[in-house]
Nanobody, 122 residues
Framework: QVQLVESGGGLVQAGGSLRLACEAS????????MGWFRQGPGQEREFVAAISWRAIGTHYADSVKGRFTISRDNAKNSVYLQMNSLKAEDTAVYYC???????????????WGQGTQVTVSS
């Protein structure tokens, strides 16, 4: 009955910014590691960013370091991804995920969102 719902995707020009949001319903996920994966056209799903349940630890893929920032608001049962300086290669479907342990792993994530499309034009 747990659902993760992403929002904030869309079309943006290279160099622009988007802010993705993921809100959980059904139960609190305040003690879960949460984060983001993405899957580009013709590519496998890849890790983007993660944040620990107390928001002390964060981890980013090398490809997005310095450009993306992950944050969470446990009172709102939500996690966010601020994406700046977007590149064409950032084009993908972005998926929110929750894992009961650190680190976040696609193989053990307990919950997944339906995905939101991010398209960066160049």
């Amino acid at each position: 009955q747990v659902q993760l719902v992403e929002s904030g995707g869309g079309l943006v020009q290279a160099g622009g910014s988007l802010r993705l949001a993921c809100e959980a319903s059904g139960r609190t996920l305040s003690t879960y590691t949460m984060g983001w994966f993405r899957q580009g056209p013709g590519q496998e799903r890849e890790f983007v960013a993660a944040i620990s349940w107390r928001a002390i630890g964060t981890h980013y893929a090398d490809s997005v370091k310095g450009r993306f920032t992950i944050s969470r608001d446990n009172a709102k049962n939500s996690v966010y991804l601020q994406m700046n300086s977007l590149k064409a290669e950032d084009t993908a479907v972005y998926y929110c995920a929750a894992d009961p342990a650190w680190p976040l792993k696609s193989s053990s994530a307990a919950y997944w969102g339906q995905g939101t499309q991010v398209t960066v034009s160049s």
